[in-house]
């Protein structure tokens, strides 16, 4: 399995990347810019998308709207505290992993954006 992870907070991304390897995924592309995640979901499509809001040129959720515009990918937005109705908004089957997260709760939103995308993708078919 292969994840995608927009971050620009190199330890951060270390730990997430950490993370995922430790959930069984075998790849795991690290990019902390909104163009750099586009063309790497062109180059290998990823089955899971981690992303940060605030990057370094662009928004992770930008990122993640474009990549996600014709596909459903589960998705775990890694942010500060935020309200959950307006991710919603954006991204119906997306997990949220408030900052700062440990294993258990990081793990939690990799299963909750699994379980949901799985939902809204049945739904759409």
Not at 56 to 69: N, R, T
Not at 98 to 122: E, G, N
């Amino acid at each position: 399995m292969h994840a995608l992870v927009i971050e620009d907070e190199p330890m951060i991304a270390m730990l997430v990347e950490d993370y995922l390897t430790d959930l069984g995924y075998a790849t795991v592309t690290v990019v902390s810019r909104e163009q750099e995640a586009i063309a790497a979901a062109v180059e290998m499509c990823p089955d899971i998308i981690v992303a940060d809001e605030h990057i370094l040129e662009g928004s992770g959720i930008a990122a993640v709207q474009e990549i996600c515009a014709d596909q459903v990918i589960p998705t775990i937005y890694s942010m500060g505290l935020v309200d959950a109705n307006d991710i919603d908004e954006l991204l119906p089957y997306a997990a949220v992993a408030s900052k700062p997260y440990t294993f258990a709760v990081f793990q939690r939103a990799v299963q909750d954006a699994t379980m949901k995308a799985r939902a809204f993708a049945d739904r759409t078919t």
